[in-house]
């Protein structure tokens, strides 16, 4: 199994370019999420999918556009890059009842020059 | 406002050592609790608490929860070098989604 994969693993953008970092699963899990992570900030959600076709927002969610049109599929979308949005960004999947924990992806480096 | 809170923020210890990691919760409809191990990449999943006073061990690592007084504890015993890494701790709502704290940055000198 792969697990979750995550692409690119690095990008550099200028600001006001969009980009779109992909990620997708092949365990099948109903639940998907996509976090950042800043230094002495911890990880904040960013937008979470509790199934195909449904999304909500997390604590952090403006700049941000996300869609699921599959069950493997949770796409982030930044729409107009900003300096502000230089992070670390993980996607995390699980089952419904969490029973085995988040599975996360090995990361997006993004810088915003 | 959901939040997670973990102390102590930093942590130097010798091997050999015993740590005790803490996380306070507020979450809104509380599910359940997730202890996570972050090195140079992405966080590994180590434990997920739902039940208050039950503990969940893995080797030296040990977890409860005190779901009366929101918080948690994760207890690493003779500590090794490789346990040096953040670890995180989460909250998790009726929504599936997670809340984490800053994590504990854990360094263990030889």
């Known amino acids: 199994n792969a697990g979750v994969t995550q692409t690119p693993k690095f990008q550099v953008l200028k600001t006001g370019q969009s980009m779109t970092l992909q990620c997708a699963q092949d365990?099948?899990?109903?639940?998907m999420s996509w976090y950042r992570q800043d230094p002495g900030m911890g990880l904040r959600l960013i937008h979470y999918?509790?199934?195909?076709?449904?999304?909500d927002q997390g604590e952090v969610p403006n700049g941000y556009n996300v869609s699921r049109s599959t069950t493997e599929d949770f796409p982030l979308r930044l729409l107009s890059a900003a300096p502000s949005q230089t992070s670390v960004y993980f996607c995390?999947?699980?089952?419904?009842?969490?029973?085995?924990?988040?599975?996360f992806g090995s990361g997006t480096r993004l810088t915003v020059v | 406002e959901d939040k997670v809170v973990q102390s102590p923020l930093s942590l130097v210890v010798h091997e050999g050592d015993t740590v005790t990691l803490n996380c306070s919760y507020e979450?809104?409809?509380?599910?359940?609790l997730l202890w996570y191990k972050q090195e140079k990449k992405a966080p590994t999943f180590l434990f997920m608490l739902t039940s208050s006073g039950i503990e969940k061990k893995s080797g030296r690592l040990s977890s409860i929860l005190d779901k009366k007084e929101l918080f948690s504890i994760l207890n690493i015993t003779a500590t090794q070098t490789g346990d040096s890494a953040v670890y995180l701790c989460a909250g998790g709502g009726a929504t599936n989604k997670l809340i984490f704290g800053t994590g504990t940055l854990l360094a263990v000198q030889p």
């Open positions: 365990m099948n899990h109903e639940y």
């Open positions: 999918s509790v199934g195909a076709g449904i999304t």
């Open positions: 979450v809104t409809n509380f599910r359940s």
């Open positions: 995390a999947s699980s089952y419904s009842n969490r029973q085995n924990g988040y599975t």
